[in-house]
């Protein structure tokens, strides 16, 4: 571990001529990818650094505790870096697990509602206000891409990004199948329903990662128009991107510039085309070395929100809450650290093992 740190530190101090270099800055893409290596290594060295200054302290309190004037302070020294260095070692070596190369990036989300009709697309009404009151609390910025609202307020689907440093690494373990059992305003009999809703996360990625043949596009123009034909537009600035080698349909109708839904909607292809490539990855890695929380099958039952109970309960870590007004209402931070902790864990185990 430690010849790992020593060549991680080595690459830092690297990194950092590089990027002072005026000739790197001069090439701007250059510059960034080195700037976001630079980046997702600069915890690990810092925590190195803490770990040998510490480390110093112990040999200089072990030199010192034969001075019978320095003595007494020289054991608390002592005791109190031995204390230190094992902590600091397990944070090294999850400060070494290999990071996901998304976490830092921007999210494009999109809820789509899945059995159980009406009440369905009213819980993917409800999944949307809880994210974008979670992404508030984390001062994350949420533009609506596209959305498909019903009569009663709910969304048959609807497609987000959000913006802010880190928004993928909060966000990721969402992607899956939500369950929602609840008693339908609807229900005259009081009879409780299961309902679906499919939740996918999607990092944004740059042009230079996911590489599209502009002749591979099909464009389609149409009138934006909301439920009940309400925000319909004059003109035609809704944009359709249909990816014909793969039959992947990306849309965006909710701003009044052609040009801007056709970048949007550029967003939204690129990210499936990438997440595609990357869920290919991971199944042929998946013998091998694979976290079993950060999957993001979307066809996984990842949760399941029991409103009679008042209970929120997530599948994949055995996890249930039952602070459900808080949750619904964006307070999702302690699943969230108990699903990022998990990963970690297997993460880790699986580093171990190799």
């Known amino acids: 571990m430690f010849q790992k740190l ?16 005026p000739d790197i800055i001069a090439n701007q ?24 200054k510490v480390e110093k302290e112990l040999e200089e309190a072990k030199e010192m505790i034969n001075d019978p004037d320095l003595k007494e302070l020289a054991e608390a020294d002592l005791h109190e870096a031995k204390e230190k260095l094992p902590k600091i070692e397990e944070e090294l070596k999850i400060l070494l697990i290999p990071k996901d190369p998304n976490d830092d990036n921007n999210v494009i989300c999109e809820i ?12 993917a009404g409800t999944l949307f206000r809880m994210y974008s009151m979670y ?17 009663l307020g709910g969304y048959k ?20 199948v939500h369950r929602v059992q609840r008693v339908p ?12 809703v499919t939740v996918a996360v999607l990092p944004e990625v740059e042009d230079v990662e996911v590489e599209i043949n502009p002749a591979d596009i099909k464009m389609e123009v149409f009138r934006a128009s909301g439920a009940g034909g309400q925000h319909v537009n004059k003109t035609s600035s809704a944009v359709r991107l249909i990816h014909e080698p793969t039959g ?52 996984e039952k990842i949760r399941t929100y029991n409103y009679p109970q008042g209970r929120i309960t997530d599948h994949r870590i055995g996890l249930s809450i039952y602070q459900f007004e808080n949750f619904l209402n964006g307070d ?15 993460k880790l185990k699986g580093e171990q093992e190799n």
Request: proline share 0%.
């Open 185 to 196: 305003d609807t229900e005259s009999s009081g009879r409780i329903h299961t309902s679906t």
């Open 248 to 299: 992947l349909v990306a849309e965006c109708q909710t701003e009044r510039s052609q040009l801007q839904n056709r970048e949007y909607a550029m967003k939204m292809l690129r990210s499936r085309l990438y997440q595609i490539e990357k869920e290919k990855q991971d199944r042929e890695l998946a013998n091998a070395r694979k976290s079993q929380v950060g999957s993001g099958d979307r066809s």
């Open 6 to 21: 020593e060549d991680v530190e080595k690459r830092y101090e690297e990194l950092n001529k590089m990027i002072s270099n």
């Open 29 to 52: 893409e250059e510059w960034k990818k080195l700037m976001k290596e630079h980046s997702s290594i600069e915890d690990v060295v810092m925590k190195y650094r803490e770990y040998k």
């Open 112 to 123: 789509r509602a899945g059995a159980g009709g009406e009440e369905a697309a009213l819980f």
């Open 135 to 151: 992404a508030e609390r984390k001062h994350f910025k949420i533009d609506i891409m596209y959305e498909n609202a019903t009569e």
């Open 332 to 346: 999702l931070d302690e699943m969230i650290d108990n699903l990022i902790a998990t990963d970690q864990a297997e």
């Open 157 to 176: 689907e609807i497609s987000f990004m959000i913006t802010g440093k880190g928004a993928y690494s909060r966000f990721k373990f969402e992607s899956g």
